[in-house]
């Protein structure tokens, strides 16, 4: 596409096409480098817009130019596209290098496509319509390309989120254990009588400690012997 990273433009059938006719979009023959060079004049090279066609599109600056002096509309609404391909090339920075590079590549070999349709509209040559077909087979690479990129990072998530249920399944196993534990326990203490006959009740009101005297003092006394000898 021309002015978007991942769905079709109307660049090219809303003007690009009016545009060839006007500004005879080609590059010089020394490249894209002299169109780059004269543009760094133009009073819109501040623009986001501008600056990504610059630097990675420049066969679109002598249409973005033929616009601007000639159809102001048309102009700011190509302009406004490119600024919204600036903003989605920055999503994609964001998930990574590899998806940056790879949306920047379709949005270049687009735009590239885009051009040579509006040619061909306007001047059928048979080297315009090969360059189409090898770059149809070039965006068709670079799609490949960008759905492996998004394969692998799904495969990469369905990793990360069983090894999150492995360790929710072992968390699960080791809070269950717990729990079994602090049942036993409630059963415990709750068979456990609370009355007068309690050790911790009798040891907080010394019955304990008396009780364990008075069994002491028998014990080293002796059995008693009662009664008058024969």
Same mark, same amino acid.
């Given at each position: 596409?021309? &002015?978007?990273?991942?769905?079709?433009?109307?660049?090219?059938?809303?003007?690009?096409?009016?545009?060839?006719?006007?500004?005879?979009?080609?590059?010089?023959?020394?490249?894209?480098?002299?169109?780059?060079?004269?543009?760094?004049?133009?009073?819109?090279?501040?623009?986001?817009?501008?600056?990504?066609?610059?630097?990675?599109?420049?066969?679109?600056?002598?249409?973005?130019?033929?616009?601007?002096?000639?159809?102001?509309?048309?102009?700011?609404?190509?302009?406004?596209?490119?600024?919204?391909?600036?903003?989605?090339?920055?999503?994609?920075?964001?998930?990574?290098?590899?998806?940056?590079?790879?949306?920047?590549?379709?949005?270049?070999?687009?735009?590239?496509?885009?051009?040579?349709k509006a040619r061909l509209k306007v001047r059928p040559e048979a080297g315009d319509r090969q360059l189409l077909l090898t770059q149809?087979?070039?965006?068709?690479?670079?799609?490949?390309?960008?759905?492996?990129?998004?394969?692998?990072?799904?495969?990469?998530?369905?990793?990360?989120?069983a090894q999150r249920l492995t360790q929710a399944a072992q968390l699960g196993e080791r809070l269950n254990r717990q729990r079994n534990? &602090?049942?036993?326990?409630?059963?415990?203490?709750?068979?456990?009588?609370?009355?007068?006959?309690?050790?911790?009740?009798?040891?907080?009101?010394?019955?304990?400690?008396?009780?364990?005297?008075?069994?002491?003092?028998?014990?080293?006394?002796?059995?008693?012997?009662?009664?008058?000898?024969?």
């Amino acid at each position: 596409m021309l &002015l978007a990273c991942v769905r079709p433009s109307s660049f090219a059938s809303s003007f690009a096409a009016d545009s060839a006719r006007g500004a005879d979009i080609s590059v010089p023959a020394n490249g894209p480098a002299q169109v780059a060079g004269e543009a760094k004049s133009e009073p819109t090279a501040d623009e986001a817009g501008w600056k990504l066609a610059q630097q990675h599109l420049p066969e679109l600056l002598p249409v973005l130019v033929y616009l601007r002096d000639h159809s102001p509309e048309r102009y700011q609404r190509a302009i406004r596209e490119l600024d919204r391909a600036v903003k989605r090339l920055e999503t994609q920075r964001r998930r990574g290098p590899a998806f940056y590079d790879v949306a920047l590549r379709q949005w270049q070999v687009r735009g590239q496509i885009d051009l040579i349709k509006a040619r061909l509209k306007v001047r059928p040559e048979a080297g315009d319509r090969q360059l189409l077909l090898t770059q149809m087979q070039n965006l068709r690479e670079i799609e490949l390309e960008r759905l492996r990129l998004d394969r692998d990072l799904v495969v990469q998530r369905e990793a990360a989120n069983a090894q999150r249920l492995t360790q929710a399944a072992q968390l699960g196993e080791r809070l269950n254990r717990q729990r079994n534990d &602090l049942d036993r326990a409630i059963e415990r203490l709750q068979s456990e009588p609370v009355d007068a006959t309690t050790p911790a009740y009798q040891k907080a009101i010394g019955g304990q400690a008396n009780s364990s005297r008075a069994a002491k003092r028998e014990s080293s006394e002796g059995p008693q012997i009662t009664g008058k000898p024969e």
